[in-house]
Nanobody, 124 residues
Framework: QVQLVESGGGLVQAGGSLRLSCAAS????????VGWFRQGPGKEREFVAA???????YYTDSVKGRFAISRDNARNTVYLQMNSLKPEDTAVYYC??????????????????WGQGTQVTVSS
């Protein structure tokens, strides 16, 4: 079992920055790929970014160049640095852990463990 806890959400003005953290406990965290998903008001949950144990990263097009995912295996933590935030980034952000061998890491079904989410609100 892996337990995931997100933190770092909050209210920020457009153009601002936030850094989300996903702290893990339980099984060896470094063996897992970790992804960030988000669910905006009235929307389905969508993929944002993911990172494999090797450090390979993946992003949805709308956040490329603005968001950066990284991991500190010694601290069992994955980060999502979010810059140049836009009102459309407003959502509950979830981190999830899954197999490093998952083919794409873009789909919810590729993840086995989920956190409870942290709210990010970007005001215009």
């Amino acid at each position: 079992q892996v337990q995931l806890v997100e933190s770092g959400g909050g209210l920020v003005q457009a153009g601002g920055s936030l850094r989300l953290s996903c702290a893990a406990s339980g099984r060896t965290f470094s063996r897992y790929a970790v992804g960030w998903f988000r669910q905006g008001p009235g929307k389905e949950r969508e993929f944002v970014a993911a990172i494999r144990w090797s450090g390979s990263t993946y992003y949805t097009d709308s956040v490329k160049g603005r968001f950066a995912i990284s991991r500190d295996n010694a601290r069992n933590t994955v980060y999502l640095q979010m810059n140049s935030l836009k009102p459309e980034d407003t959502a509950v952000y979830y981190c999830a852990a899954g197999s490093n061998f998952a083919p794409s890491l873009l789909h919810e079904r590729e993840y086995d463990y989920w956190g409870q989410g942290t709210q990010v609100t970007v005001s215009s």
